[in-house]
């Protein structure tokens, strides 16, 4: 697979489009490029597949970007007893530590806390060793992360001193791992772009096309940068667009497919010398998990479950929101937090799979896992809802087993052996580290972030500053980052607006007060000069941007959802999508 080929530019955009929409066709339409319609792409590009993939945003730009940002067999499961479901996750996690995408998946140690010295340690031993075993399984004997370790209440103080002395009699130590969301997702679509996937952000199905006998044929699609409309020839059109299912499953013009019920997920981020903790922690709630999760410069805690009826594009936290995470993350903390110490909140939905499917007696053309379902909504096309980030390798071997068929075992999924863009090398170039700080005057810690952020691709960075070392240079008002992974953010990555590269690749929208706010001037420029904005552009993506971070702000003070909906839905988006069933 050449390197070239992941790179993903207005230019390959706009090359995807004509290609898809040619006489030829496409296998495999999927819609959403969400993590499950990334994997998708990517399960069915690399069987030989003519594959397109498109979504009304940018990439990971719903549910994706979210997240909690774990890869985790889920622990809360094992509890449950969905003991299957936990060793497919532990597989999984295992996959993505070693060697599917070692640079963005990092093995991550939490301390459960425990309250009874004798009866809770035991039967959460017990559990956690089960965890740990049903990993080394996964892995087939390996051990991708270390097992479980018990802590006196002396010995868990010395890893997170800023917990409360009543919040613990001792602890045990378990590992799962983080994962940057969003950067996952497009590592997939450029994966898959590199095995022949033809891929488009902002661009928006809006109407199916059947054949006579009612079998869907294909799609209309609408560039949403340019308005223009395309129709798209597919055998098979696979609907993996989360929260927005039912409303997909509308173009048909039946009540048939998946049920889907939107429930919002809320987190906060503080600084990393905030709390003096070196593990992350897990905890129950009565609705919830509650996980506080440390990053090289921040700290993530969350999350909130609660139904959500609003805008599912532009979900935010509320006041009642960041109340409760607060709450409970005091109760255990020390040092209390408040709203001051906050730079800054996001709110994911998560799709929840209801039982039984639209317009079926039977379960005949579905296929049910324990977390997703894969079912037919009319000849032709499929719809696959459910399941979580960790498992998305899975989802997408069976949307794409199903889309096939009765061949569908000559044509296996081989996902399993291949390594995302930056992973393969990614060590190599770990070994180089000391010698790329000392060429480029870089500190350990900087290229440790460009390596986690990029792996092997790293070298993409170095290219650039070596053509223009000005771009060699931190951000006047972000020093975290580089000139130069703005440039590649839009060079290779997809990038088409100043959101983009804020929100889903260089994160400032996560990680300070402003949301990025001052340092966009600078990152306007670059991306002005590569994508040819003129003023009236530039400016256009600095007040969208600018106006965004002020509706935050004013729905954070709402009390409830409708409030907050009502505040940021007041603008339109850079580029909104169309209504489905309008002209």
Do not use: C
């Not at 339409?29 to 597949?49: E, H, M, N």
């Amino acid at each position: 697979m050449k390197t070239a080929a992941t790179h993903l530019t207005a230019a390959s955009r706009h090359k995807a489009l004509q290609e898809m929409s040619d006489a030829e066709g496409v296998d495999v339409l999927i819609i959403g490029g969400g993590v499950t319609g990334a994997g998708i792409a990517l399960d069915a590009a690399t069987r030989g597949l003519r594959t397109a993939v498109v979504d009304a945003g940018d990439w990971a730009s719903g549910t994706s970007a979210w997240s909690s940002k774990l890869v985790h067999g889920g622990l809360r499961y094992l509890l449950n007893l969905d003991f299957k479901l936990v060793a497919e996750a532990l597989k999984e996690r295992g996959l993505l530590l070693t060697s599917l995408a070692p640079h963005l998946v990092k093995a991550q140690p939490f301390l459960w806390p425990l309250k009874m010295p004798v009866i809770e340690r035991s039967y959460s031993a017990v559990g956690i060793g089960m965890y740990d075993a049903m990993a080394i399984a996964g892995a087939r004997g390996h051990k991708t992360v270390p097992t479980q370790k018990h802590y006196s209440k002396k010995g868990a103080k010395q890893i997170f001193p800023d917990i409360k002395d009543s919040a613990l009699t001792g602890a045990i130590q378990f590992y799962d791992a983080r994962v940057d969301d969003a950067r996952l997702v497009i590592d997939l679509i450029r994966t898959a772009a590199g095995y022949g996937a033809l891929a488009a952000s902002r661009t928006q199905v809006t109407g199916l096309l059947k054949s006579e006998t009612g079998r869907v044929v294909g799609a209309k699609i609408t560039d949403l940068e340019t308005q223009d409309v395309h129709e798209v020839k597919a055998k098979h059109v696979i609907n993996a667009t989360g929260v927005w299912t039912e409303e997909t499953e509308s173009l048909t013009g039946e009540e048939r497919g998946l049920q889907v019920l939107a429930s919002k997920g809320v987190h906060i981020v503080v600084p990393r010398e905030r709390i003096n903790a070196e593990s992350g922690i897990f905890l129950r709630t009565e609705k919830s998990v509650l996980f506080i999760i440390p990053w090289q410069r921040y700290w993530v805690i969350g999350t909130t479950d609660t139904p959500y009826d609003q805008d599912v594009a532009r979900p935010v936290a509320t006041a009642e929101d960041i109340d409760y995470i607060l709450d409970h993350a005091n109760a255990i903390l020390d040092t209390p937090l408040t709203r001051d110490d906050i730079i800054s909140t996001y709110a994911g939905l998560r799709p929840l799979l209801q039982p039984g499917v639209k317009g079926q007696d039977s379960t005949q053309s579905t296929k049910v896992s324990r977390e997703h379902t894969v079912a037919e909504v009319v000849p032709g096309m499929s719809a696959i809802a459910g399941g979580k980030l960790t498992t998305y390798r899975v989802m997408a071997k069976d949307a794409v087993d199903f889309a096939l068929g009765s061949v569908a075992g000559a044509r296996p999924s081989v996902t399993e052996d291949i390594p995302l863009v930056g992973a393969q090398g990614y060590r190599a170039a770990v070994a180089r580290a000391g010698e790329i700080a000392e060429e480029n005057g870089w500190t350990a810690a900087r290229v440790e972030s460009l390596l986690d952020r990029y792996g092997s691709e790293i070298d993409d960075v170095l290219d650039l500053v070596r053509e223009d070392p000005e771009l060699g240079k931190p951000l006047s008002h972000a020093p975290m980052f580089l000139r130069a992974e703005v440039l590649l953010a839009v060079r290779y990555e997809g990038a088409l607006h100043l959101e983009d590269v804020l929100m889903r690749r260089v994160r400032l929208d996560l990680e300070q007060r402003d949301r990025g706010l001052a340092a966009a001037p600078e990152i306007v420029d670059i991306l002005a000069a590569e994508l040819g904005w003129g003023e009236n552009g530039r400016q256009r993506e600095l007040d969208n941007y600018a106006q965004r971070v002020r509706n935050i702000a004013r729905a954070e003070e709402e009390k409830d959802d409708a409030g907050a909906s009502d505040v940021v839905t007041s603008d339109p988006e850079i580029m909104p999508r169309k209504i489905l069933g309008s002209d």
